[in-house]
């Protein structure tokens, strides 16, 4: 999940920087006291936005139906929600 959410973050800071006219922005990682990190200052500034605008965002799924096939399309809804980091409510 990290990882998805992170590829989406960096296709779109990418190409909205470059739609703005700016250089492409530089994605270098390293360790910083043992968690990964932009070499960015600013691209990381907008990491932990892009991350906490995720965290931010819950989805209400409808209640689960008698129907097998309605509790099964319920169930890959919340998968593929959960999976591009936004939060599904319980």
């Known amino acids: 999940m990290d990882e998805k959410m992170r ?9 909205d920087s470059l ?29 932990w936005g892009w991350q906490a605008s995720r965290a931010a965002l819950v989805v209400e799924l409808p209640e689960r139906m008698d129907s097998a096939g309605c509790t099964h399309v319920i169930e890959q809804c919340r998968q593929a929600i959960e999976s591009i980091g936004v939060r599904v409510k319980p």
Do not use: C
Not at 19 to 46: C, I, T, W
């Open 19 to 47: 739609e703005a006219g700016f250089d492409e922005p530089n994605l270098m990682r390293h360790l910083y006291h043992g968690k990964d990190m932009y070499a960015d200052s600013g691209v990381q500034a907008a990491w």
């Open 7 to 15: 590829a989406e973050f960096e296709a779109a800071i990418t190409r």
